[in-house]
């Protein structure tokens, strides 16, 4: 039933996200950039979820670089949570400041029904991870960043994500990783790493609960999920691929309606009427709204 239907209390997704991870599940989190994306992820199958940053800023038209605001983000996040039900990790990119502005963004975020808040330590304005010309905070800058979302958190998990491989190296990555574990962190996301023995080193290395990022024409290699699960990895995000494949699609459309003029050779591959009711419980709506008007009705003819 739909959320703003049920009767239901709201689950508490974060719960839900850990006891998967306790449980040894692979978290497998498509990016989803829409709320009707993510209810189309959760009808085909899927646990949990991921908010991309990189997506959600191709989706306002502007590029991943640190733009919009918590606002925006926290507004949109709700409702991804509401109409999907499940447990989102969500990109927050640098935290929308220091220390003591990630304090609010953690609680922000928390009320908002994230499940999982990732915090990376490039230095704004920010770049995707699988570009070059990035550069980070110091590691105590991104350790105290890590401890405040740690403190501010209930029951939310806190991702450490660094891009400080492509900069200075494993070494300095792995370091990272551990001091961000003890700061609090309950996952790290090494980000960009270029090979199979890359994520197996660093998964040696860090331990604990650790995320995976199988983007599109990046810097790493194409690996499946259960390939990822066998170097160490419990999560494994695909951040933009949605967005990507829809953006394509919606693109082929328009040049045949420019072309043609019309679309009735897509009508195969659209969703039908029937199916995007189905999806977003059209009718369950328009029974609630029925039972309404008889009320109204009832107590109408009771005051005559």
């Known amino acids: 039933m739909t959320w703003m239907l049920e009767r239901e209390p709201a689950q508490n997704h974060a719960v839900k996200l850990r006891e998967m991870l306790d449980a040894g599940e692979t978290v497998v989190a ?20 991921y908010f991309s940053g990189a997506a959600f800023s191709a989706s306002l038209g502007i590029p991943d670089i640190g733009l919009f605001t918590l606002a925006e983000l926290t507004d949109s996040v709700r409702w991804m949570t509401r109409a999907s039900g499940l447990p989102f990790i969500v990109d927050a990119d640098t935290g929308f400041g220091e220390a003591i502005n990630v304090i609010r963004t953690i609680r922000e975020l928390e009320l908002a029904g994230a499940a999982a808040v990732q915090i990376e330590d490039q230095v704004l304005p920010k770049r995707c991870g699988h570009l070059d010309g990035k550069t980070v905070v110091s590691t105590d800058a991104f350790v105290e960043k890590i401890a405040a979302a740690a403190q501010a958190r209930e029951n939310m998990l806190i991702i450490a994500r660094t891009d400080v ?10 370091e990272r990783g551990r001091l961000c574990k003890e700061a609090g962190a309950d ?5 960009a790493m270029q090979s199979p023995d890359e994520f197996r080193m660093y998964a ?16 790493s290699p194409y690996l499946t999920t259960g390939e990822f699960k066998a170097l160490g990895y419990n999560i494994v995000i695909f951040p933009v691929s949605t967005l990507r494949a829809a953006a394509k699609t919606t693109e082929a459309l328009l040049t045949d309606l420019k072309r043609h003029g019309t679309l009735v ?12 009711y189905d999806l977003i419980e059209y009718d369950a709506y328009a029974a609630v709204d ?7 009705d009832r107590a109408y003819m009771s005051g005559q």
């Open 265 to 276: 050779d897509w009508l195969p591959q659209m969703q039908t009427r029937a199916e995007l």
């Open 204 to 219: 040696d290395a860090v331990g604990g609960n650790l995320l995976a990022n199988m983007t599109e024409f990046g810097k």
């Open 290 to 296: 029925s039972t309404i008007a008889l009320i109204g």
């Open 165 to 174: 491989r492509a900069i200075e190296g494993m070494e300095a990555a792995i």
């Open 30 to 49: 498509p990016g989803v950039f829409n709320p009707l994306t993510a209810m189309i992820a959760r009808k085909v199958g899927f646990d949990a979820l």
């Open 187 to 191: 996952i790290i996301f090494p980000e």
